[in-house]
């Protein structure tokens, strides 16, 4: 699973927790209580209060390549986002690559089986594109398995909450990889934001 995905951050907001401690001190006009290291315990307070619009003052955007189709479905259904995702109408997938799960690899018979399968629906698409059938309709016969690759923004307070879920030992196994990937970044870059929240194992 490590292998098969990279997560990039392209953007975040600057100096991200000063920022979201400038906006929330507005609310109370206790701009003279601002210091060096003042934003730390003021979010901890935001958190713990459950002031968490404040957070939505700054955002993170992430660029994901070699997730697959069956992970992007899952990510887009987090709405208070902007995605641009790899098109497979104007992206030809002749040769397209692909995620094996892990409990597939396992089984040396159902790892033929699968193998077969993304064998035959590669070799049908590329024959649809040799009948003339266009990409958006020769995608048709796509496997959720196809590699994709994702660019995605979110304000902090929704990536809180997109990782709290995805990060969760129940999350599916490719999305809390992926994710426990963008939560070790984040801590980095806004450590108060995102102490709190765990990481789940990595599946694989």
């Not at 997938?93 to 790892?111: G, H, V």
Request: hydrophobic share 35%; with cysteine.
């Amino acid at each position: 699973m490590k292998k098969n995905f990279q997560v990039d951050l392209l953007a975040i907001t600057p100096d991200s927790e000063k920022l979201i401690e400038e906006a929330g001190r507005t609310c109370y006009l206790s701009f003279g209580k601002i210091t060096k290291d003042s934003e730390k315990k003021f979010i901890k307070m935001l958190i713990k209060s459950g002031h968490h619009s404040v957070l939505e003052h700054a955002y993170a955007t992430f660029r994901i390549k070699g997730g697959s189709r069956a992970f992007t479905h899952q990510l887009v259904r987090h709405r208070l986002c902007a995605f641009s995702q790899q098109s497979q109408r104007y992206v030809s997938e002749k040769e397209f690559s692909f995620i094996t799960p892990p409990s597939i690899q396992k089984k040396p018979e159902a790892l033929k089986l699968f193998n077969e399968t993304m064998e035959t629906l590669k070799k049908s698409y590329q024959k649809l594109q040799e009948l003339g059938i266009k990409n958006e309709d020769a995608r048709f016969v796509l496997p959720n398995a196809v590699k994709s690759e994702i660019v995605i923004s979110a304000n902090l307070r929704e990536w809180r909450y997109i990782l709290q879920l995805r990060c969760a030992p129940d999350a599916q196994w490719e999305i809390r990889g992926i994710c426990n990937k963008i939560l070790k970044i984040l801590k980095k870059k806004a450590p108060t934001v995102f102490e709190d929240l765990d990481m789940a194992p990595d599946p694989i």
